[in-house]
């Protein structure tokens, strides 16, 4: 197999324009690019939807050994002829000049009430490489999961989001069951199967959660 082309010079972007412009972009591109056996493709066409970068974080209490984990309704699941309602964790959109560990901590807050700390990255991985140029950056956090729950979210962004303390391995079992649909929760909570032995001890190690 030979290697890929270098990233510098191995696309030609002949033209680029925005197709759509609402709550979310749209933007069409002519283009080729190099070839693995050398050369260049034919032109081709593609759209891409443009719709920011996200930041979803997995709150976990190590003393619980639970997670917090949401539920709300998705259009894109109904339509897709799964349940609309989600099991989902805590997930937003990176605003201009914010980082991802700063939207990590917002949005727990606004999505589930719970405050984070001891951020830990697990991935930061492309939603659908092949439409869209969003990712999306994961993490783990530390969490003290006692007497959450409830309904949460801002009115202004139409959401109605309930949050959920879930013993962990109920969440492993959602997940092997095929319960839980989307990307970012089925790549969390992998990772903390994984993860989970080490980052309890580690947290535990330095206290309870206060």
């Not at 492309?126 to 003290?144: H, I, K, N, P, Y």
């Not at 970012?184 to 909570?189: C, D, N, R, T």
Request: hydrophobic fraction near 40%; charged fraction near 25%.
């Amino acid at each position: 197999m030979q290697g890929k082309p270098s990233a510098d010079d191995s696309v030609d972007i002949l033209d680029k324009q925005v197709l759509y412009q609402g709550y979310f972009r749209m933007e069409g591109y002519r283009l080729r690019h190099r070839l693995y056996g050398g050369g260049w493709s034919e032109e081709m066409h593609r759209e891409i939807f443009e719709r920011g970068h996200a930041v979803g974080v997995l709150p976990y209490d190590p003393g619980l050994d639970s997670v917090v984990l949401i539920e709300q309704f998705r259009l894109g699941a109904l339509l897709s002829g799964m349940t609309p309602w989600q099991i989902e964790i805590v997930a937003g959109m990176i605003d201009e000049g914010e980082s991802a560990e700063a939207v990590a901590l917002r949005e727990a807050e606004e999505e589930a009430g719970c405050g984070v700390r001891d951020l830990v990255p697990i991935q930061r991985y492309l939603a659908t490489s092949g439409a869209s140029t969003e990712t999306v950056w994961l993490f783990c956090g530390r969490a003290d999961a006692r007497g959450l729950g409830g309904v949460h979210g801002l009115d202004h962004e139409h959401e109605d989001i309930l949050a959920k303390v879930v013993p962990v391995e109920e969440a492993f079992a959602l997940l092997d069951a095929g319960k839980i649909e989307n990307a970012a929760i089925i790549i969390a909570l992998h990772w903390l199967r994984h993860h989970r032995p080490q980052l309890r001890d580690a947290w535990l190690t330095n206290g309870q959660n206060t």
